[in-house]
């Protein structure tokens, strides 16, 4: 199984990213999806998911009319719009996979991208 995560980079606050994670190897319609982040001394926390068919949703208080996740089951892709970044944000993302919505310890893991909101 692999989850290739992408499009972190460095942005003003009040600016916009949109997080990709491509999945391969998994039947992805089995699972549901979901981005966590962590940033330095801090624990990773699950930030947003959503459940195999898009139907339900979970997002921290944080990030609430902020971020949306959506999928595309045909794509095998996950994605993360993040708008009104606040340094706050600033955190190393990872996209997870997990039968379960949402285990805070998903089966699977990508790789994190960086996002960096300066002030």
């Known amino acids: 199984v692999q989850l290739q995560a992408s499009g972190g980079g460095l942005v003003q606050a009040g600016g916009s990213l949109r997080l990709s994670c491509a999945a391969s190897?998994?039947?992805?319609?089995?699972?549901?999806m979901g981005w966590f982040r962590q940033a330095p001394g801090e624990e990773r926390m699950v930030v947003a998911a959503?459940?195999?068919?898009?139907?339900?949703?979970y997002y921290t208080d944080s990030v609430k009319g902020r971020f949306t996740i959506s999928r595309d089951n045909a794509k095998n892709t996950v994605w993360l719009q993040m708008n009104s970044l606040k340094p706050e944000d600033t955190a190393l993302y990872y996209c997870?996979?997990?039968?379960?919505?949402?285990?805070?310890?998903?089966?699977?893991w990508g790789q994190g991208t960086q996002v960096t909101v300066s002030s």
């Open positions: 959503i459940n195999w068919n898009g139907r339900s949703t």
């Open positions: 190897g998994l039947t992805f319609s089995n699972f549901a």
């Open positions: 997870a996979a997990d039968t379960a919505f949402f285990s805070p310890r998903p089966t699977y």
